[in-house]
Nanobody
């Protein structure tokens, strides 16, 4: 069983930056699709960014967030710049066992493994 561990969340002022990290424990996940999702209180979980053979972003974060991976470190990152209060949520990392096309990256049901989440709070 693969466990994903997120880190890097915290409290930041609007306009600030954070970098989230996600690494699997127990095994290596090289070249598998990875994604970041978030869930704010009272709202459904939503797609933020994904990386497979290409990258995909939610419209709300395009130009502000960047997803990347370092296979040597077996880690996926989410660099978040120009943060807004509406970015406040629990952020979850996810991994898929099979290749996903660009559109499929945004669908939670296509992912097989999930982390426990890390809280990101952006103050105004």
């Amino acid at each position: 069983q693969v466990q994903l561990v997120e880190s890097g969340g915290g409290l930041v002022q609007a306009g600030g930056s954070l970098r989230l990290s996600c690494a699997p424990s127990g095994r290596t996940l090289s070249n598998v699709p990875m994604g970041w999702f978030r869930q704010a209180p009272g709202k459904e979980r939503e797609f933020v960014a994904g990386i497979g053979s290409s990258t995909a972003y939610a419209d709300s974060v395009k130009g502000r967030f960047t997803i990347s991976r370092d296979d040597a470190k077996n880690t996926v990152y989410l660099q978040m710049n120009s943060l807004k209060p509406e970015d406040t949520a629990v952020y979850y990392c996810a991994a898929a066992r099979f290749l996903l096309g660009p559109q499929a990256l945004s669908t939670p049901n296509h992912y097989d493994y999930w982390g426990q989440g890390t809280q990101v709070t952006v103050s105004s």
